[in-house]
């Protein structure tokens, strides 16, 4: 089963102000995101053709386990009356893909990820890692969602900045093989869900805002 794309209501209220949005899942991209590094997917071969392939249906220990809503992209700010309409585009602020790294033994990517899906309880494990971990695979982007649609509820004219955010997953683990060995240590830096959302500049943000509100008022609204 391949991944699919979730679309639901994310937004920001602030004031009675609702603006449609959406989140997503790893696989998709929307338009102007950055594709994969042309060059990343043939490094990555080189290196695994100089590198020995650890045993299968080892056993993965993951430490060090971080999960953070970032934000990803901004707007800037628009003046908007009435049931005016979002235009100004989310610029990116993210430049770094997911990435899976070990050391000196090679380990395939989608079962490293298969892996971290199924801890995460993104996935079972009993699915085929093939199908997708519900996480970002290596070199791919999180995708910028842009919240842009139809305002409401608005009184008089307001000041909006749309952004977009996505819940940044790092860690590190250990695979071991079932017969010994030396362990093979690693790192995985990837995404989850997405989303966006709006903010209005006029008006203070409520005790539940996210991190990513925040981070969008400081980077739009005092322009």
Known sequence: MKRTRAVTTAAVMTAGLLIGGCTSTPDDRTAGDPAPAASSKGTADQAAAREPQACRGGTYTWF???????????????????????TKPVRRLRTDPASVVT???????????????????????DDDPKEGSALGEPGTYAPLDEP????????????????????????????????????????????????????????????????????????????
Request: hydrophobic residues 40%.
């Open 64 to 86: 060090n386990l971080r999960q953070n809503w970032v934000i990803n992209g901004v707007a800037e700010a628009q003046s908007v009356t009435g049931s005016g309409r979002v």
């Open 103 to 125: 050391e000196g033994v090679d380990l395939d990517p989608d079962l490293v990820l298969h892996s971290l899906g199924t801890k995460l309880a993104l996935v079972s494990a």
């Open 148 to 223: 842009l649609g139809q305002v409401s509820d608005v009184k008089g004219t307001v000041r909006l900045v749309s952004f977009s955010y996505f819940k940044l997953i790092e860690t590190d683990f250990r695979y071991t093989c079932a017969g010994g060995g030396k362990p093979v240590v690693g790192h995985v830096s990837t995404w989850g869900p997405s989303g966006g959302g709006a903010v209005n500049c006029d008006e203070p943000l409520g005790k539940d805002a996210s991190a990513a509100a925040h981070e969008a008022v400081k980077l739009s609204c005092a322009r």
